[in-house]
Every structure is written in C-alpha cells, then in structure tokens.
C-alpha cells in the first residue's frame, strides 16, 4: 500500500514539475495559450477513450477471468477496436484541427491560432497509441497488478519534462509537443512488458460482432460523458481567450493546481477498489459495494479536505513556491492565485466525482454520467457568461466551481433514485463531517495567516500546517463521534484496500 500511495504521489509530482519547468522557460504568453490548447483538444479525446477502456473493458474483462481462453480472445479484440477509433479519431483531428481551435479558442490572436493548429496537429498523433495502452494498464488492474501501471506516467513526465527543457533551448516550443507524443510511445512499450504474462498477442483485423456491440454501446455514452466533463475546460478557455495574451495559461496553471489537490488521493482511491466495484457489480452484491463505496469516499474527503483547506489558505504562497520563477512573474502569480482560490471552492466535488462515475462504470450503466454531464456543461457555460460579464476572468472560474458542484449533486441524485442501497448513513456523516472540518481549519488558517506573514516562506507553511491539522484532526473525530462513527470505526473504514482472494471474491 505504501509503495502505491508513493508511486501515486510521484506521479503527481512528476507533473507538476513539468508544469513548473514549462511556468520557468516560457511563463504566460501567446506561445503558452498555444500549448494550452494544443494539450486540451487532444487530451480530452485521449481521456475519453483511455477513461473508457478502464471503466468499460475491465469490467468485461472480469466477468471472462474464470474462462482462460475468452478472456484472451476479448484482450485482443479490444486492442483492434480501440486501435481502429484512435486511428479514426487521429485522421479526423487532423482534418479538423483548424475550427476545432477556432471554436474553443475563438477570440486568440492570428500568431496564437496558427501556432495552436501547428500543434494541435502534432499532439493528436499521440492518439495511435491510446486504446493499446489503455487496455495494458486496464488489464493489469483488473488482476490486481497496481504498481507497474502507476510507475509509467513518471516515465512519461520526465520525458516530457526533457522535452520542454530541449524546447526552450531551441527556442521552439513545439519541440515541447513532440517529445510529448513520444512519451506516449515510449509508455506503450513499457507496459506490454508488463501483461505478456496475462495473454498472448493474436494478430488479425477480425473482431467478433458480438464484441463490436457490446463495447459499442457501453463506450459511446462513457466517451460523450467524458468529452461533456471535461467540456468545462473547453468552456473556460474559450471565454478566457477574450481576455488578452496569457489568460488561457494563467486559467490552466490554476485549474492544474486545483486538479492536483482534488486528485492526488481520490485517483488513487478509486485505481485501488475500482476492481472491487466492478467484482460485487458482476455479482449483483449491492451489500458489499455499499460497503467499498463507504470507505473509498470516506478515504478520499477525510484526505482531500484538509489538503485543499491549507493549499487555499496559503493560495497565494503555493502558487509563488511552485511557479514564481523564471519567465513566471509576480503579476502571473497574483492572477493565477485569485484563479485557484476561486476554483478551490469546487475541489472537494472534484475529487468524489472519479469514483462515483465508475460506480456507474461497474454497473455498466454509462448513461448517467452523460446526462450529468449535459446539465453540467450547460450550468457551466451559463453561468461562466453571466460572471464574467460581471467579474471578468474570475467569473470564469466561479462557473467552473458550480458546474463541479452540480455534477456531484447529480451523481448523488441519480444514485439515491436508482440504487438507494449503495448510500449509507455512514458515508453521510462522512461527507458532512469532513466538509465542516474542513472549513473550520481553511478559516482557522485565514484568520491566523497575518500572525506569521513575516515568516520565511517554508515557516509560514509549517505554522499554516499545524493549524490546520490541529483543527481539523479533533473536529472530524468530534463529529463523526456526534453522530455514532467512533473511532474504532473510523479505523476500520479507513484501514485500507478492499481485501480480495485470488478468486476475486472479497
């Protein structure tokens, strides 16, 4: 569990250095609102699909575990089926890439849009390697082989990491692009070094049609639910545009930075019992899966809240520390502080959003979150018109932080209508008493920060520590403790993984 938990935290780390060295070399520019773009459009698919095949494949994969020789046959064809969307959706990109910039980045300058299509152009080539690592790293998860799959993306950010220092060198940032979509291949590499002992490679085009519906039909809805989450993206980088150069990078490095705190600990979470979600969903164990639900949601908001509680108090300082540096100036850290401060409001939504999606994931019930998804986006884009017509930019944000909400309600809603059994009372007082807690300490370092503001940098983070832990710990064990969740049960919730045999059976 410890190793998982680091690899976990590397990775996120091995990120976030490559958006501190791309902050250093380049800071907030047109060339940066380029790159930006360049990595959205793209990586939205590229999530859509990956996204897809460990929530939909895996749970298929499951269920053929037990017969050796069909659980070989659906690995293969899977491989071709995803091959055969990304080569599509590759070919596709390619044509479009021109109005795909013009529609979400419809105010950027002349430089900015051509450079952003240059490189749009050059990163959906990374998509040919998609559907075969997703389905690698889906297939080692679902046999309980966590730590190769979590060791790759450091690989993978180091790369990119290089390539961005190479790029600033050459004072070209599309060697930047490059070395990304290298990175990919290099992670495809890696990880059919690590599923040859789970099945053997059969050559051929065929794909039955009974796989060919089957992952049809669970894959379109998940791919549009996906495409419509992460469209709040699109949505704050369409408006940003509006707002002169840099705005778009000022608006990603803060949505980067609140997208590390919400997903440290529930990417992890949700990696680690995803398989038994999709084990007790096979079985129709409602009972069992209420249980996992529990804990992995108590897991991640007793871990998220007190992380985003310290990280929004000190916004200002955590932004200096990581990105204040460099081509980054003062000035991009004040607007990229007030940014992240504003979308903080919707971190804790965030963070419960990827497991609660793949609940309806183990069920195969991929509608849900693509109706959530609509309503989401539409909020989103209403709301972020409305604000910044109002507050500028800042409203942009403050649109972000309400469709989050909306979505965790609406996950919440459909859930309670279609399967009651899965929410416990148990995990009430959870979300209730974290969110208090959490609060409590955010204020509670506020109002302290002028205490220690002529602190050195690292000081002030400490004192802001130990305030933090020092209200938060005792007011969660307090209200859990109010309403019936002692301790011992505390513990027993959060003690770790789901514990399953080697049969699958927890």
Known sequence: ?????????????????????????FGASPETDAYFIANQLPGVIWLAIYGTIASVFAPMYVRTMANPAAAERLVNEAIRYYAYAAISLTALCLILAEPMVSIFAPLIDGFTHDLAVKLTSIMVLGFVFTGYVGVQSALQQANRHFVPPLAVPVINNLI???????????????????????????????????????????????IRPETWRRLSLLSAPMIFAV?????????????????????????????????FISGVFSWLVSYLFFPALATHAAQGDDARNADVLTRALGLILVS????????????????????????????????????????????????LRELLNRVYFSYQKTMAPLLIGI???????????????????????????????????GQFAI????????????????????????????????????????????????????IVGGVYVPLLLALLALFGVKPSAVHADLRGLPRISPDGIP
């Open 1 to 25: 569990m410890a190793a998982l938990v680091l690899l976990t935290i590397a990775g996120k780390l091995a990120a976030m250095v490559k958006d501190i060295v791309f902050a250093y070399f």
């Open 304 to 351: 998220t809240a007190p992380a985003a509680a310290g990280a929004l108090a000190l916004r200002t300082e955590v932004v200096a520390l990581i990105y204040q540096r460099g081509a980054f100036q003062p000035d991009d850290v004040q607007t990229t502080a007030t940014l992240f401060g504003i979308l903080g409001l919707g971190v804790m939504f965030v963070a």
């Open 160 to 206: 990119a990491t290089a390539a961005i220092v190479v790029a600033y060198l050459m004072d070209d940032v599309t060697v930047a692009v490059v070395g990304a979509v290298a990175a990919y291949l290099v992670q495809a590499v890696i990880q059919r070094t690590q599923t040859r002992r789970f099945y053997a490679t059969k050559w051929g085009w065929r």
């Open 227 to 259: 495409i419509l989450d992460q469209l709040n993206i699109f949505i704050g980088t369409a408006i940003a545009s509006g707002f002169g150069a840099g705005a778009i990078s000022h608006f990603n490095y803060a949505s980067r930075l609140a997208l």
């Open 415 to 466: 859930m309670a209508m279609w399967k009651p059994a899965l929410l416990t009372s148990r995990l009430a007082v959870y979300f209730m008493a974290a969110v208090v807690a959490g609060a409590a300490a955010f204020l509670a370092a506020v109002s302290a920060s002028g205490a220690f503001v002529a602190l050195p940098l690292v000081a002030r983070f400490v004192a802001a520590g130990l």
């Open 375 to 409: 309503v989401a986006a539409a909020v989103n884009l209403a709301s972020s018109l409305i604000l910044s017509d109002l507050y500028g930019i800042w409203g942009v944000a403050a649109g972000a932080s309400i469709s989050a909400l909306i979505f965790c309600i």
